[in-house]
């Protein structure tokens, strides 16, 4: 059986998975794009080397990624998702009753129809009629947008190429001036266990621009340093606090994983003093 080394750009380690069969390989404008399917995972998405999702896992990475802030809103209409381009996120915040508007922001169209074809339980809700896809930079569409958004997700590739720009101050005060008075942001930082560093300066980089900015954390098996974060902001709500009763349908995400996802107040100030040693 043919193996599939990852070529993770943060990672000290690598990753081997066994291929069963290669199912799709391209290159769009952007990246390279591969499905492969493995015997424990299923099939899996990888861009330039790295993987994104995989059948078995990819609940545990779109649930956390979405409905903490989703349940942290009183009320998210209007909801721009940017990258995602599976559309797991999508899939997630479409549970929400209150949704009336999803912007889908992909830069790279041809992962959308990779998607589409071969992870349909993933893309199920990418033809919503509630739905709009634009095919662009994420950043460029946020910019200059008068505050309108309810709550902000990216779910982007690794914070590194044409994925950098959703990783500035600048990209973080275009956010912030394109969410109503109540919005929320969020965006994935990687893992506390690998890239540390990283995590920390996201955050700071959040609290130039918002008044409320926290991080919380899930475990998942396929992404280096498996203690992925992420890191949320909001211009006037607690965000550990659940405003709304929690009725969706989930496997992984609940009222009590939201209560113990946020990372612990005093280890959260080691943390942003730089005191947490490992």
């Not at 949320?232 to 929690?246: G, N, T, V």
Request: glycine residues 6%; negative net charge.
């Amino acid at each position: 059986m043919i193996k599939f080394f990852e070529k993770d750009p943060y990672a000290p380690i690598q990753y081997v998975y066994e291929v069963e069969r290669v199912l799709h390989k391209s290159k769009s404008e952007f990246q390279e794009i591969m499905v492969i399917e493995n015997p424990y995972f299923g099939k899996m998405l990888i861009l330039d080397g790295v993987v994104q999702i995989t059948e078995r896992d990819e609940l545990f990475y779109h649930e956390m990624l979405v409905h903490p802030l989703m349940h942290a809103h009183p009320a998210p209409k209007k909801v721009v998702v940017i990258g995602g381009g599976d559309g797991g996120t999508v899939r997630e915040v479409l549970k929400h009753n209150s949704v009336e508007k999803v912007y889908f922001i992909e830069i790279d169209e041809e992962v959308i129809n990779v998607s589409k074809k071969f992870f349909p339980t993933v893309a199920c809700g990418i033809d919503d009629k509630r739905v709009e896809i634009k095919c662009m930079d994420g950043a460029e569409f946020v910019k200059g947008r008068e505050g309108d958004i309810d709550v902000v997700i990216v779910d982007s590739t690794d914070i590194v190429g044409f994925a950098k720009s959703l990783f500035t101050v600048e990209f973080f005060k275009s956010v912030k001036e394109s969410l109503t008075d109540e919005g929320m942001f969020v965006t994935l930082s990687e893992s506390l266990h690998f890239h540390k560093d990283l995590v920390i300066e996201v955050q700071e980089a959040m609290k130039l621009i918002f008044p409320i900015v926290d991080l919380y954390t899930a475990s998942i098996a396929t992404y280096a340093g498996n203690w992925w974060t992420f890191s949320a902001a909001s211009k006037k709500h607690d965000l550990r606090q659940m405003r709304r009763e929690y009725k969706i349908d989930t496997r992984y995400y609940s009222d009590e994983i939201h209560n113990q996802a946020f990372m612990p107040p005093k280890m959260y100030e080691k943390l942003m003093q730089r005191k947490l040693q490992w």
